[in-house]
């Protein structure tokens, strides 16, 4: 089986599992967080080497405001699960979105997993918190401009590579597979730019009941695609 290099996901369906087993929602993050420990491991495993899950969107602040504080305690905690996990399972992770708008404590926990675990080289977890890729996109056209007007690149230098190295995402190669729970076809603000050449896995299964017989299913439809990026089969 060919294992793709970089899986994003688009973990959906929290809110719809707890409804269903008559609790709030924010039981259903809860849960959500442990299928994150449990699908890294088994990705990993896999022979996966990037792994990017979406936790928190720039438009999840329009939640109800007791979602939104539940969500930020649960990704404070979050961080401190992950640094031990990282460490057991060797893992380097790193968080893409704007961080600048979360409280200083949580931006002090990032910054102390990312550098704990940056020596890593077993999986590539990124974490996707206050994440928009419009926001993303943004963001890079605003570093690009200082950096002209500071001499440092030339605009006949920029291209789709230069571009590429302004996105959070830096250094990180574009995922070859994306997978959304939940039923849900869209994408939700999620790496536009680096999801241009993904192939699309979509389940009805909710986040917090995805399991490693749910992720191989998605990896085997992954063997059964033609990608041809623009191309034409078997050239
Ligand atoms: C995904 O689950 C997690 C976040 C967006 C934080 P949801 O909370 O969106 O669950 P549903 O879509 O309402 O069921
Ligand atoms: C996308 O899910 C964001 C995350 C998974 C963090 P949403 O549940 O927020 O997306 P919509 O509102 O259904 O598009
Ligand atoms: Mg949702």
């Known amino acids: 089986m060919n294992i793709p290099q970089h899986i994003a996901i688009i973990l959906d369906g929290n809110g719809r599992w707890a409804a269903k087993k008559g609790m709030p929602r924010n039981y259903g993050h809860t849960q959500g967080a442990k299928t994150v420990e449990r699908i890294c491991e088994d990705a ?27 969500l930020m305690t649960l990704l404070r905690n979050y961080m401190k699960t992950c640094t031990r996990t990282a ?19 949580l931006q002090k926990s990032i910054a102390n997993l990312e550098e704990s675990s940056k020596n890593n ?6 974490v996707a918190i206050n994440y928009g890729s419009r926001n993303e996109i943004v963001r890079a056209v605003k570093k ?12 006949d230098d920029i291209d789709e590579k230069i571009l590429d190295s302004y996105l959070d995402t830096k250094d990180i190669p574009d995922p070859d597979l994306l997978i959304r729970t939940s039923g849900e076809l869209r994408l939700s603000n999620f790496l536009l730019w680096q999801l241009a050449y993904a192939e699309f896995y979509v389940t009805d299964v909710l ?26 089969k078997g050239e």
């Not at 990017?52 to 539940?70: C, G, I, K, L």
């Not at 080289?121 to 990124?126: A, H, I, P, R, V």
């Not at 690009?144 to 605009?155: A, F, G, M, S, V």
């Open 44 to 70: 990993y495993k896999l022979g996966v080497k990037y792994l990017t899950v979406y936790a928190f969107s720039t438009e999840n602040w329009n939640r109800p405001q007791n979602e939104v504080d539940a």
């Open 87 to 105: 460490t057991k399972n060797n893992m380097k992770v790193k968080v893409i979105g704007d961080k600048s708008k979360l409280d200083v404590d």
């Open 121 to 126: 080289t077993g999986l590539n977890f990124q």
């Open 144 to 155: 690009i401009i200082i950096d002209k007007d500071e001499n440092k690149l030339n605009i």
């Open 207 to 232: 986040w917090p009941d995805f399991t490693k017989d749910e992720l191989v299913k998605a990896i085997e439809q992954y063997n059964n695609r033609d990608r041809r990026f623009g191309g034409v």
